[in-house]
């Protein structure tokens, strides 16, 4: 099955700096997800982007969704401790086919923050 | 509080022995699916539910089995499991065409 692209596999910051990731895909998706997960738990929904071209933010999370439907990207600002974890990006087909549920992920992005 | 119960959190358990990980979500979600995690590999679909009774094949199906008798119920079954199916599992749930929640994941080990 079809999987994406995602970079950097891993990062090592230093508190405050800011941070990018991106995911990139060779078919179309109407749906990129942004997901964290921290150690020992299950993935949490950070971002949702329903259009392309839109630009979202939650917090010091910014996430877009790219003009060709194929590629995503996430930027975290001012990075703190608490943002180490794995994130990953997730693509999703339209509601109404037999894989509208299904999700696409990336292979993740591993985030380490220096105090 | 909303949530997508795995039970249980951690099995260790030999090759050729029966196993079910339950999986319950509390939303109401018609849409289920699991996940196996590995390193380096992200999360890939083992199998999906879009409602009771309808189950179909993800990317990596071979070796489990999924049943959906009940809406909030969607077990995976491990026949007869294999080391190569020592992984991180993930149940999620989510209603059509929204994000999913997920879980928080059933460590598998097969000696």
């Known amino acids: 099955g079809q999987q994406l692209n995602q970079s950097p596999q891993s990062m090592f910051i230093q508190e405050g700096e800011d941070v990018s990731m991106n995911c990139t895909s060779s078919s179309i998706f109407n749906t990129w997800l942004w997901y964290k997960q921290d150690p020992g738990e299950g993935p949490v929904l950070l971002i949702a982007?329903?259009?392309?071209?839109e630009l979202t933010s939650n917090g010091r999370l910014t996430a877009q969704f790219g003009i060709t439907r194929k590629d995503s990207f996430l930027n975290i600002s001012a990075s703190i401790p608490s943002d180490v974890g794995i994130y990953f990006c997730a693509g999703q087909r339209r509601a109404g086919g037999t894989s509208y549920g299904k999700l696409t992920f990336g292979q993740g992005t591993i985030l380490t923050v220096h105090p | 509080e909303a949530q997508v119960t795995q039970n249980p959190r951690y099995l260790i358990t030999v090759t050729g022995k029966k196993l079910t990980v339950t999986c319950s979500q509390n939303m109401n979600h018609e849409y289920m699916s699991w996940y196996r995690q590995d390193p380096g590999l992200g999360l890939r679909q083992i199998y999906y539910s879009m409602n009771v009774e309808v189950t179909d094949k993800g990317d990596v199906p071979e070796g489990y089995k999924v049943s959906r008798k009940e809406k909030r119920n969607f077990p995976l079954i491990l026949e007869s499991p294999s080391p190569n199916q020592t992984s991180l599992y993930f149940c999620a749930s989510s209603f059509r065409g929204r994000p999913a929640f997920f879980g928080q994941g059933t460590r598998l080990t097969v000696v």
């Open positions: 982007l329903y259009k392309a071209g």
